[in-house]
């Protein structure tokens, strides 16, 4: 096998959110870098936000759509659509890193600081001489179930790429992917069947029991069970009851980090949850970063381009400390719900419900569906976690986000001028709300409920 050995002072592995982010940095700053990857774009683009969102949008305008003619061309093209907005990512991403320094393939540690890179037959040893960033990622956990061909079992990495819409399909996960995937799937009047002992059970069960009636609502079976054999045409699940035959089976079970990358011989330390990382992202190799869904944090791509952010400064300025910051997530169903935080009533926090409905601007929409709960420390009037049901709370999650990263008090809010008529009244009604609480309940920290009341007196 013929072999040749480059040396670069930054080395990424990776080209997804948090990758690119890094190269795009590095290179504008003129640093010496390479990018190892399998695609520019990562899964986010090629399997997971991109062609996700866009299905669900497709879906929503097939529903929209009137004529019949209109709604089976929509149907009949809608992976077609996919994959043209995909490549129209892809193509853009791919201008970004200088061919002469982007590897395709899939990366190997020979030693702490030394990689290799094996494509058509040809092995590139790279080595840096400064940095090397992990970001290699995540991928779907897999499983079989007994009497479901492996063609038929899939992931969303070989659903979008289908050749069309199935007539039926079977989602195994409750969580955020199977819920997303669903709703779009049911959008367009597929047969869907959603198998999972539990629906969104980071949310609370006031958010995820409104958001599964919806869902159901929209055209969704749902089982709480777990799928043990397909027999005889019928799936059988550990309930004891069955679902007839589907065109297919879709995993969405959760993603699991990628670490096969001979991570022992860099040095570095890993488990099944991941690459370890410090507070500043560094591992047991001081010389190696590890950023976004191959480490211990939560897997988000936003989270992945928070990290390669960092990075890039911590690169440029070699004593920058990262700040830990609030975390919010969307899950693109009908309606969305976004959230933020903890949500849990402690001996010093109390849970708010928050009724959207009753705002000027839900009921000129004549809404009833929206839903809310928010977690204050009744001890700062901090907030400490949020979640939101409705097509405002991906927007709205950001102000609630805001707060808590800039420990902005709910009652200084009570001044905030929003606009009329928005969803964002709903922060005077907290306001109100919990100045009325802490006025009947000051006396469990009257320390902190004074302090509260002074500064929303002087400010």
Known sequence: MKSETKSFDYIIIGAGSGGLLVAVGLLRLGKDVAVVSENIGGDCTHYGCVPSKTLLHLAKEYQKEPSTYIQNTLRAKAFVTVRDTIKSFATEEDDIIPQNRYFKGTAEFLSTNTLKVILSGVETILKFKKKCIIASGSSPVRMEIPGIPKERLITNEEFFYLKSLPKSISII???????????????????????????????????????????????????????????????KLDDGTEINETE???LALGRMPNTNIQLVKARVSYDKAGIKVDRNLITSNQAIFAIGDCTQNPQFTHLAANHGKFVVKKILV??????????????????????????????????????FNSLDRARTNFEQNSRGV???DVRTGLVLGASLLGEFSEELINVITLMMDEQISVLRMSDFISPYPTYGNILHTISRDYMAYLSQNWKKYPIGSVKQFISYLTH
């Open 173 to 235: 996960g409750g969580g955020p992917i199977g819920a997303e995937l669903a709703t779009a799937c049911a959008g367009f009047g597929i047969e869907t069947h959603l198998t999972s002992r539990s629906y969104l059970p980071k949310e609370p069960e006031l958010i995820s029991k409104k958001s599964l009636e919806l869902l159901i609502k929209s055209g969704v079976k749902y089982h709480s069970a777990k799928p043990v054999k397909l027999e005889n045409g019928k799936l």
């Open 248 to 250: 297919y089976y879709l």
């Open 318 to 355: 070699p004593f920058a400390k990262r700040r830990i910051r609030a975390l919010p997530r969307v899950t693109f169903i009908n309606p969305s719900i976004a959230s933020v935080g903890t949500i849990a009533e402690t001996n010093a926090s109390h849970l708010f419900e928050l009724n």
């Open 374 to 376: 928010i977690s204050i």
